[in-house]
């Protein structure tokens, strides 16, 4: 209303001015007012993308022509391909009554909402803007003292700088660094310990954008485990090495499944619970839920995917030096993976199951040489490359400086108290 009662004094001054400027100012002169109105302000409207339906989809149920949803499509792609739009995706939509939008937003993810306005007189049709979430990088130590596995562990350190969740992928990440020196169910024991020192970007909502462990060390029975960060080039790899610099990696994981429990050894005379007779138990199985992800202990090819008798659902990969791993009693195989293709190292290639001679959901492990199964816990196997010789003085002095800044923590079980809480004896 004020902003309407605004418009009509301006006309009428504009009014009585221009009477005044044409007559003089002398004798009578009639004013004519007249009300402009104020166009109604744009409605906003939310619509989360559906299956199956389209940005183009969208865009024409509000009021676009083909031509508006090309240029539209045409600002976006200067930011995103339309083709990385999922369902769930949020898009807000301001115009007025029987027109077109003049606003557009779209939440390309949760640090970035793309805004486009229109702009007909414009050089382009729409104007974009990109919005970035405001990230703080900090960094922060955090050390456990383990008790029955990992999870249970009474935390030391910056405990109440933990973001939702983060805790979980600390765990996890530990057991990818180390998963070739560690089996975490078999090896773990009682007052095991660990220290971490961790790079973060954190949300304005206190939500982990990214997380990196710069070092760790890892205290498993009598054994000091270090795993320091390091990339050798941008287009290198991320590795873990130890202080010395030899490569934490091995040719093959310990295990394929994260924090998996071992529920049966290799044994050349264990009782079958589904045949009810001694045969031998040519590898290892491990107990989880059904779905639980299977990852490749190894790099390889697949040579096998599919139903394969008593071992159900499975799957076979070929790697160097003619050594085989075989995965078995699957609920199903991942996308992508059949025979012929190649598999990374830790790469999920199918879920724990039941299917086959089994009585319950676990995963069967198999490992070949030579066309015959053998033990995987006496093998031994080598490790990656260690860091490269010109790189060498680089990573002594970036290991130096990451281990200085982890052990100002002192590793639980010492008795010292850490921020405000003490560890066990």
């Not at 050390?143 to 109440?160: F, Q």
């Not at 024991?189 to 961790?198: F, K, S």
């Not at 394969?308 to 790697?319: D, F, N, P, Q, S």
């Amino acid at each position: 209303m004020e902003r309407r009662r605004r418009n009509t004094t301006y006309v009428t001054a504009l009014a009585v001015g221009a009477c005044l400027a044409a007559a003089g100012c002398g004798g009578e002169v009639a004013i004519k007012v007249v009300d402009v109105p104020t166009p109604p302000a744009p409605v906003t409207v939310v619509h989360s993308l559906e299956s199956g339906e389209t940005l183009g989809d969208v865009f024409d149920t509000h009021g676009l022509s083909g031509q508006q949803i090309l240029e539209v499509v045409a600002a976006i792609e200067e930011f995103e391909s339309v083709r990385r739009f999922r369902p769930g995706t949020e898009i807000q939509l301001a115009s007025r009554p029987d027109e077109g939008p003049l606003r557009i937003s779209l939440r390309l993810d949760r640090d970035r909402t793309l805004h486009l306005l229109a702009e007909p007189d414009g050089p382009r049709p729409w104007n974009a803007r990109l919005d970035s979430v405001p990230i703080r990088r900090d960094t922060i130590r955090l050390a456990g003292l383990v008790g029955s596995n990992l999870y249970d562990a009474e935390l030391s350190g910056d405990v109440d700088r933990l973001g939702p969740g983060e805790l979980h992928d600390v765990v996890f990440r530990l057991s990818q660094m180390f998963a070739w020196q560690v089996d975490f169910w078999r090896d773990i024991r009682t007052n095991d310990a660990y220290r971490v020192l961790i790079a973060r970007e954190v949300r304005p909502d206190g939500s982990i954008r990214s997380a990196k462990v710069l070092a760790a060390e890892f205290r498993n029975d009598t054994r000091e485990l270090v795993a320091v960060r390091f990339q050798a080039d941008e287009e290198a790899p991320v590795e873990y090495y130890d202080e010395a610099g030899e490569a934490l990696r091995g040719e093959f994981l310990l295990a394929p499944l994260d924090l998996a429990r071992m529920t049966s050894g290799f044994n050349l005379r264990r009782f079958h619970p589904v045949l009810r007779r001694t045969r031998p138990h040519l590898g290892v199985d491990y107990g989880a839920s059904r779905g639980t992800p299977v990852r490749s202990t190894g790099a390889g090819r697949i040579t096998r995917a599919g139903p394969w008798g008593g071992y159900g659902t499975a799957i076979e990969v070929r790697h160097v030096n003619n050594l085989r791993t075989r995965y078995a009693h699957l609920s199903g195989i991942a996308r992508g993976v059949r025979s012929g293709v190649q598999v990374e190292q830790g790469q999920v290639i199918g879920y724990v199951g039941s299917s086959g001679l089994a009585t319950g959901a676990h995963l069967h492990y198999e490992f070949l040489q030579g066309g015959r199964q053998v033990n995987p816990a006496r093998m031994n196997f080598p490790r990656a490359e260690p860091v490269p010789d010109e790189q060498r003085e680089v990573f002594m002095a970036r290991s130096e400086l990451s281990l200085s800044r982890l052990r100002l923590l002192p590793m639980p079980g010492t008795g010292i108290a850490v921020a405000g809480r003490r560890t066990q004896d």
